[in-house]
């Protein structure tokens, strides 16, 4: 088990293309260099020059916008060094509701595409197809529209006091549910297509033999469908959790733009009067490392149940 | 078979003129010029217009500093971004014979603070920005900042504010009587703290949706652009727009010629067009501001001659432009509106 985190090389090179290998891979290198690296490394590099005020860049080299993020030197700049708390919370608020709209996500998305993996082939088509169909919608637009229906005088408060359920309206725009279930709604399909891949793959065949050999409905579930499915699991939270992280539609339509979200905070500091674009490409690279971060932490956990 | 080749032939016509007149490009607000006088301009001239769009004054100013400088002809900044494109180079000049219709600008508008002597731009529409509230839900004297930064209960939690830094800060310091771009510690910290506190009382920060949520209903009290007040007005909020006691925030809309502009021209024929008062007039009823020209009124619309949001009482407070502070003094003021949003 020393080193190597890569698979044993058993279809790798030696493909019999020869000397075409190099030249048929040139369009691959093209395109991952400029659009992958040169804007990354851009970035990265900008992260690190000094802010000229009002917007742009002045070419001398600084750590200035990192220690904007981590320090804080009081509002007027003369007080001693103390950890900066207001960027950490307002990465903090993402993270969680980008959680919070993931685990919805599943916890809805599992049975979703259970029940449609499990459906007659002809049927699946028709489902798969019903769930996509409102996502042929723009996303400003569902958003929009689901601010109509909960807000406080939309059809859904009044049905409930319609019914006699409530006497005032509840109040769920401008609030983090809102945002949460605006996330939810936005990216749930990006959790049932990927689960609904994996099941579809898995063979009941092996449910019934647990069942023969006298495991619960319950076992069954955790010990053998869920290690199964895994992949389409883990492939259906990352879909979710990662543009839900950098999301800013559902914060400012639902969620009233009371408080920054990462996405807010990178977007003022290119387009608001503050124009700090130095500060905006650092809390870009410190939210990307978070995230490949945990993307390499999957990957080798991964990596590790397979060799099980 | 015939139509079809006279339009070949009508088109093949259009294109020539349209290259012998040339192009103009233009940087502007979105829905703020109305398609019949670019239609208009058009037909005049021969000169064929293009515009592209942006969403606000930073968005404009960011993305002539990130290259498209010498792309654009024109633009329209507010007033304190003229100042500041002024200093950062990025505007052209032109004397006012170049314009023939330099005389129809307004007089109180051509020595203004932001372009002194008008060397770089014509107004185009203004106004004020203030707040509106909802007459059903509260009845008592509105003509204070109060309601927005120290509500009565009917208003508390149904407030929305602009997602805008200039105009919240700017506000805040007319409430709370200090300068606008102060450098005392103490009128900094009671800014700071007087925003926190009032927070608690909004429940949105919104400026595309400022009109929206009025007329929804989903806010009772909002600040607002006065076109937009009005405009919520007609489409039957119940609202009345507020002169506050304390002052408001006057603005004004400018087209400037740009540096580098590459159909100089063209820009000042147009910029000439828009100061014909009938031209001028089309914008105001368009977007229900108020032109920078004179002699506009035979050409303006019955319901903005008389709309209470573009006649401020006359014995009313007086508006004050939002001021562009030196870039020491606007680290404070990024740090307070941070602080607010965090």
């Known amino acids: ?308 | 078979m015939k139509t079809y080749l006279t339009t070949a032939a009508a088109l093949a016509l259009m294109a020539g003129t349209a290259q012998a007149e040339g192009k103009l490009s233009v940087y502007h607000w979105f829905e703020y010029m109305p398609q019949e006088l670019v239609d208009k301009f058009e037909a005049e001239t021969g000169i064929e217009v293009t515009i592209d769009t942006y969403d606000s004054n930073e968005a404009m100013l960011a993305a002539l500093k990130a290259g498209k400088i010498g792309q654009y002809d024109v633009a329209v900044p507010g007033d304190y971004m003229v100042a500041i494109m002024g200093h950062e180079g990025l505007l052209g000049s032109f004397t006012p014979e170049e314009l023939p219709n330099f005389a129809k600008i307004d007089p109180k508008w051509v020595d203004v603070p932001f372009d002194p002597a008008r060397k770089h731009s014509i107004p185009y529409q203004w106004g004020s920005t203030a707040f509106s509230v909802n007459r059903d839900v509260y009845q008592g004297d509105i003509n204070t900042l109060a309601m927005i930064f120290d509500p009565p209960d009917e208003l508390k939690g149904k407030i929305n504010v602009l997602d805008s830094q200039g105009e919240v800060l700017a506000l805040g310091s007319l409430y709370l009587g200090i300068p606008q771009c102060s450098t005392d510690k103490a009128q900094l910290k009671a800014l700071n703290d007087m925003l926190l506190n009032a927070k608690q009382y909004w429940a949105s920060f919104g400026s595309d949706t400022a009109k929206e949520v009025l007329v929804s209903g989903d806010a009772a009290a909002g600040m607002i652009y006065n076109g937009f007040s009005a405009k919520a007005r007609a489409e039957g909020a119940k609202v009345e727009y507020a002169y506050p006691k304390e002052g408001y925030v006057l603005w004004m809309d400018n087209m400037v010629l740009l540096k580098d502009a590459p159909n100089r021209e063209n820009a000042l024929k147009f910029m000439n067009f828009l100061l014909e008062p009938e031209n001028a007039a089309a914008v105001t009823n368009y977007a229900a501001y108020t032109a920078g020209v004179m002699g506009v009124e035979p050409f303006l619309d019955e319901a903005i001659k008389t709309s209470p949001e573009n006649n401020p009482p006359a014995d009313g407070p007086t508006g004050v432009f939002i001021e562009a502070c030196d870039e020491a003094t606007q680290k404070y003021y990024d740090a307070i509106w941070t602080n607010l949003k965090k």
């Open chain 1, 1 to 308: 088990m020393a080193g190597g985190v890569l698979p044993p090389p058993s279809n790798r090179g030696g493909t019999g293309w020869g000397p075409l290998r190099v030249p048929l891979l040139i369009p691959t290198w093209v395109m991952i260099g400029i659009f992958l690296l040169l804007p990354v490394l851009l970035m990265a590099v900008y992260s690190f020059l000094t802010k000229e005020f009002r917007g742009g860049v002045i070419w001398d080299f600084t750590l200035a916008a990192y220690d904007q993020f981590f320090f804080d030197r009081g509002l007027f700049g003369d007080e001693p060094p103390v950890i900066e708390w207001t960027y950490i919370s307002i990465f903090w608020r993402s993270i969680w509701q980008a959680g919070v709209a993931t685990l919805a996500c599943l916890l809805v998305g599992f049975p979703t595409a259970w029940f449609i993996a499990t459906r007659a082939p002809a049927q699946r088509t028709v489902w798969l197809f019903l769930i996509t169909i409102p996502y042929w919608v723009n996303l400003l637009i569902r958003t929009v529209s689901l601010k109509f229906l909960i807000r406080d005088n939309g059809p859904l408060n009044e049905a409930l006091i319609g019914l006699g359920l409530l006497d005032h309206p509840l109040p769920l725009v401008n609030t983090n549910l809102a945002v949460q279930l605006g996330l939810f709604y936005s990216y749930l399909p990006f959790m049932v297509l990927p689960i609904y891949a994996a099941v579809e793959r898995y063979n009941f065949a092996l449910s019934e033999a647990a069942s023969d050999l006298y495991a619960g409905r319950w076992t069954i579930l955790r010990e053998i469908v869920l290690p199964m499915v895994r992949p389409g699991i883990v492939a259906g939270c990352i879909l979710v959790f990662v543009p839900s992280l950098g999301a800013f539609l559902a914060p400012d339509l639902l969620g009233g733009a009371k408080t920054y979200m990462i996405g807010s905070l990178i977007d003022e500091q290119f387009k608001g009067s503050q124009g700090n674009w130095p500060f905006g490409a650092a809390i870009a690279v410190i939210l990307m490392t978070m995230v490949l971060m945990v993307l390499m932490a999957q990957a080798r956990a991964a990596l590790k149940g397979e060799r099980k």
